[in-house]
C-alpha cells in the first residue's frame, strides 16, 4: 500500500498551479496571470495584511501583483513559483516601510514599549484576540514576529531583509512575544489549568 503524503498548504497551490499558466503569463497572455492571481491573492493578502496590520494591506497586495506582472519574465524556476512570489510579496511590504525615518518609529527600543498595549480584551475567539493583539503591535515587532513566527524566516535572513542586525531581530522577536503575552494574558479552560 502507498502511503499517502501530507501537503502543506504552499505545495498544494503549487501543485494546483500549471506550469504553463506560469510560462504563458510570462509570455504575456492575460488571461494566465489572471488565474495565478485568482489562485495566490488570498495567501498573499493574509501576508501583505498580517505584516502591515492591515494598513493598505489592499493597495500593497496590488502592489505585489502589478510588481509580479513586470518581474515575470525574470522567474527561472530555481525554487517553486509560490515561493518565489511569497518573497516578492514580502520585498513589496519591506520596501514599503524601508525608509530610515519610518524605521526608527518601528524599532522601539527599552522596556517602555510594554506599556504601549492595553490589558487584554475579554473574547471567547482566541483567534480574533491574537489578530487583534498582532494588529496593535508595533510596526517592527510585528514584521519580525510575523516573519519568524508565521512565515518560518531565520533571524539572519529577516536581518537581510530589513537590513537590522540578526539582535535587533531577536530583540523585536521577543518584544513581540511579551507584547502578544501581555495582550492576550492567561487563558482559563485551556489545558494545563492557564
Given at each position: 500500500m502507498e502511503a499517502?503524503?501530507?501537503?502543506?498548504?504552499?505545495?498544494?497551490v503549487?501543485?494546483?498551479e500549471?506550469?504553463?499558466?506560469v510560462a504563458?503569463a510570462?509570455?504575456?497572455?492575460a488571461?494566465?496571470?489572471?488565474?495565478l492571481?485568482r489562485?495566490?491573492?488570498?495567501?498573499?493578502?493574509?501576508?501583505?495584511?498580517?505584516?502591515?496590520?492591515g494598513?493598505d494591506?489592499?493597495?500593497?497586495t496590488?502592489?505585489?501583483?502589478?510588481?509580479?506582472?513586470?518581474k515575470?519574465?525574470?522567474?527561472?524556476?530555481d525554487?517553486?513559483f509560490t515561493t518565489?512570489l511569497h518573497?516578492?510579496?514580502?520585498n513589496?511590504?519591506?520596501e514599503?516601510?524601508?525608509?530610515d525615518?519610518?524605521?526608527?518609529?518601528?524599532l522601539?527600543?527599552g522596556?517602555d514599549?510594554f506599556?504601549?498595549?492595553p490589558g487584554?480584551?475579554?473574547?471567547?475567539?482566541?483567534?480574533?484576540?491574537?489578530?487583534a493583539?498582532?494588529?496593535k503591535?508595533p510596526?517592527?515587532?510585528?514584521?519580525?514576529?510575523?516573519l519568524?513566527?508565521v512565515?518560518?524566516?531565520?533571524?539572519h535572513?529577516?536581518?537581510?531583509?530589513?537590513?537590522?542586525s540578526?539582535?535587533t531581530?531577536?530583540?523585536?522577536l521577543?518584544?513581540?512575544r511579551?507584547?502578544l503575552?501581555?495582550h492576550l494574558?492567561?487563558?482559563?479552560?485551556?489545558?494545563?489549568?492557564r
Amino acid at each position: 500500500m502507498e502511503a499517502l503524503a501530507l501537503q502543506s498548504p504552499i505545495e498544494s497551490v503549487a501543485a494546483a498551479e500549471a506550469p504553463s499558466d506560469v510560462a504563458r503569463a510570462a509570455a504575456g497572455d492575460a488571461r494566465a496571470f489572471e488565474a495565478l492571481y485568482r489562485t495566490h491573492l488570498p495567501r498573499v493578502h493574509s501576508l501583505v495584511r498580517r505584516m502591515t496590520a492591515g494598513r493598505d494591506a489592499d493597495e500593497l497586495t496590488q502592489d505585489v501583483f502589478v510588481r509580479l506582472w513586470q518581474k515575470l519574465g525574470t522567474f527561472r524556476g530555481d525554487s517553486s513559483f509560490t515561493t518565489w512570489l511569497h518573497r516578492l510579496a514580502v520585498n513589496v511590504v519591506i520596501e514599503r516601510f524601508r525608509t530610515d525615518q519610518v524605521r526608527r518609529g518601528r524599532l522601539i527600543d527599552g522596556e517602555d514599549i510594554f506599556e504601549l498595549l492595553p490589558g487584554p480584551a475579554q473574547t471567547r475567539d482566541l483567534g480574533m484576540d491574537f489578530e487583534a493583539a498582532l494588529e496593535k503591535l508595533p510596526d517592527g515587532a510585528r514584521e519580525i514576529f510575523v516573519l519568524h513566527d508565521v512565515e518560518g524566516y531565520k533571524h539572519h535572513e529577516i536581518a537581510t531583509l530589513l537590513e537590522i542586525s540578526a539582535g535587533t531581530s531577536k530583540a523585536q522577536l521577543h518584544r513581540a512575544r511579551m507584547m502578544l503575552r501581555k495582550h492576550l494574558g492567561p487563558r482559563t479552560g485551556r489545558p494545563g489549568g492557564r
